[in-house]
């Protein structure tokens, strides 16, 4: 048995729910057609339009790691490489959305890829090369 998966769970939990914080944070005060709503969100500015643009990226970065962590669970990968991954995931998923809604785009850029560096880890330690 490979341990508790807590850890690792309440990250991909976390993961799945960043994108609604995300698109939330540029809502509150906004003026939203509920008719249309992503209409509303393309014609927001500022950090209001990337809140909606790092909620998009949140939930294409969701997936890969939350199939990583299942990987790593059917392989019997111990819990505690997974959790020390997932929450460096989360880190910088966090840091991400801060760099995005702050408009620093080259920060941003390099956390985005060692984010995905977490997800490949990941992946790395399902099949064992790690």
């Excluded at 939350?66 to 392989?75: D, K, P, S, Y």
């Excluded at 080259?106 to 064992?128: D, E, H, K, P």
Aim: hydrophobic share 55%; with cysteine.
């Amino acid at each position: 048995m490979a341990g508790t998966y807590t850890i690792p769970y309440l990250c991909v939990l976390f993961a799945a729910v960043a994108p609604y914080l995300l698109v939330l944070s540029g809502r509150i005060g906004a003026r939203v057609d509920v008719k249309q709503p992503r209409l509303s969100s393309d014609a927001q500015t500022g950090w209001r339009r990337r809140s909606y643009w790092a909620h998009l990226n949140a939930f294409e970065a969701f997936a890969p790691f939350a199939v990583g962590v299942i990987l790593c669970r059917l392989e019997n990968v111990p819990s505690w490489k997974v959790a020390n991954v997932g929450l460096a995931f989360v880190a910088l998923r966090i840091l991400h959305a801060a760099l995005y809604l702050a408009d620093k785009g080259s920060a941003r850029f390099f956390i985005f890829c060692l984010g995905c560096a977490c997800t490949v880890w990941l992946y790395s330690l399902a099949i064992g090369l790690s």
